[in-house]
């Protein structure tokens, strides 16, 4: 039973017992707040006392040292042996990759590979973990590859390096040798070539042969030619024929092989830095050289080569050639025992090439690529005059008035020639597969005019071609006005008789 203490005292009890528990819940709170101060507290003694340890520095993992614990580091410029703490993982000391090094110059962590460096260019592996680096004055080095790049990297690379340790880290996305050339083949095949049969028939004998029936060359022992040049005024299709010998190989090779295709541009190789010419010249055939690796045919195509492999001692570019050309033929000697590198040079001036290129075993066969006659004209016109267009007349009568206009007389130039006798050309002197292609494309403008403004819907007409021609004879690049002898000789093409002064009359 309640006891009279218990009814007079019980809710001030009560009200003790709640507000001690209130107290109780309280003082557990500040226990908890206290607890995390300190431990905040600690943290930033911890912080300020790091802050007064030696700074950390940096180095490059080489190898595991001979004992355990212990691993080869280039660090401060000089390769040392150091202590590796065991809290570092083991199977992440990858050589080169980079590690910080704590108190006592012990290695305390793994960093990953060195984001920054010197930018080279390899020239060729060595094994399977070196390789042979150029920077851009074209001093060699030989470097160790890290682990990703063994796999990946290969002549003409742009790498990243550490060059006081000695390693290349990283494969840039620059390379040098694909600014240079393309490795695709060309879309183009002979059938797209018009006029020129007799010459595609030559490139067939000498260059398709030798791959298509190696046995019988090697049965008559006679070697491949290492090279051919194709020669003449431009715009004549020397360029498209170097494209069709390429897509032609790949389709003989079968099996799935593929010819390769390196398009250098002589212009886009020269480089004022002294030996860069040379070392891109090395490049272009190391990758040559890769690619051939595989049995399959590639094409090293040097356009406009006149640009930089001129005679010796002519005085021009600074006399560059003196180590350009050299450079040239020891690499197109070097390629005897590569029997499926092949070389073709095209060039407008052929006369300042220098002989030494031009002799056997080397670009031993040469093609010259005229002008088109009439009936060649006619020829090439049938590739760009099809009846996938809309045509108002039969496709045999347009094409017999785009080549009648382009033949029809009409003087351009007057020539004075070094025994003082004249020449009179005309506009169809300058005729070339590029002029013919530029004057239909010119007569398909028209005719979309015409249909536009409603004036015809028929299609293309003859009088769209005579009027295309007259404006590509107007406004052709391929014959600017100038009197400058020399040009006029690249432009015409012409051999013998040199040309002293030129007028323009057209």
């Excluded at 908890?32 to 101060?37: A, G, I, M, V």
């Excluded at 049969?197 to 060359?217: A, M, N, R």
Aim: proline share 6%.
């Amino acid at each position: 039973m309640p006891t009279v203490h218990d009814d007079a005292f019980g809710p001030e009890l009560r009200d003790l017992q709640r507000k001690n528990r209130e107290l109780s819940s309280r003082n557990e709170k500040l226990a908890e707040l206290l607890k995390t101060s300190r431990d905040k507290l600690n943290d930033l003694y911890a912080k300020v006392e790091e802050l007064g340890e030696p700074a950390s520095t940096y180095g490059i993992f080489l190898a595991p040292a001979a004992r355990s614990g212990e691993a080869e580091v280039h660090t401060s410029g000089r390769r040392m042996r150091l202590k590796v703490s065991p809290l570092v993982d083991p199977s992440e000391l990858v050589p080169g990759t980079m590690v910080r090094l704590g108190e006592g110059t012990i290695v305390v962590e793994t960093c990953g590979f060195d984001p920054t460096g010197q930018l080279v260019t390899m020239i060729e592996r060595v094994g399977d973990d070196r390789a042979i680096v150029a920077d851009q004055h074209g001093a060699e080095s030989l470097v160790l590859l890290a682990e990703p790049l063994r796999a990946a990297a290969r002549a003409g690379d742009t790498v990243l390096v550490n060059a006081s340790a000695g390693y290349a880290f990283e494969r840039i996305a620059k390379t040098e040798v694909n600014q240079l050339s393309l490795d695709e083949v060309p879309d183009v095949t002979y059938a797209d070539i018009g006029g020129l049969s007799s010459q595609i028939e030559t490139i067939k004998d000498s260059v398709e042969l030798p791959f298509s029936h190696p046995e019988l060359y090697q049965a008559y022992d006679l070697r491949p030619p290492k090279g051919l040049l194709l020669y003449g005024p431009p715009g004549c299709g020397k360029t498209l024929i170097a494209k069709a010998v390429a897509n032609s190989l790949s389709q003989r090779i079968g099996d799935g092989g593929q010819a390769h295709f390196i398009n250098v541009k002589g212009p886009e190789l020269l480089n004022k830095f002294v030996g860069e010419t040379e070392r891109r010249i090395r490049l272009i055939f190391e990758r040559a050289r890769e690619l051939a690796a595989s049995g399959n045919p590639v094409i090293v195509f040097f356009d406009e080569m006149e640009s930089i492999f001129r005679t010796r001692g002519s005085g021009v570019s600074s006399d560059m050639e003196t180590t350009v050309v050299p450079q040239l033929l020891t690499e197109i000697d070097g390629v005897e025992d590569i029997a499926n590198v092949i070389v073709i040079g095209a060039t407008n001036r052929e006369e300042l090439i220098d002989p030494a290129i031009l002799r056997p075993g080397r670009l031993d066969i040469k093609i010259r690529v005229s002008r088109p006659n009439r009936d060649e004209a006619k020829d090439i016109l049938t590739r760009y005059i099809t009846s996938a267009v809309p045509l108002a007349a039969p496709r045999e009568v347009l094409i017999d008035a785009a080549a009648d206009a382009m033949f029809a007389p009409r003087p351009f130039v007057r020539l004075e020639l070094v025994d003082g006798a004249e020449e009179v050309l005309h506009y169809s002197d300058f005729v070339s597969g590029a002029m013919i292609a530029n004057v239909v494309d010119r007569a398909k403008k028209l005719a979309i005019k015409d249909h536009l403004s409603g004036v015809s819907t028929a299609g293309l007409t003859e009088e769209h071609l005579r009027q295309a021609v007259r404006a590509e004879q107007d406004e052709s690049e391929d014959m600017p006005n100038t009197a400058n002898p020399d040009e006029w000789a690249r432009i015409t093409g012409r051999h013998g008789k040199r040309v002293v002064a030129a007028e323009v009359i057209g």
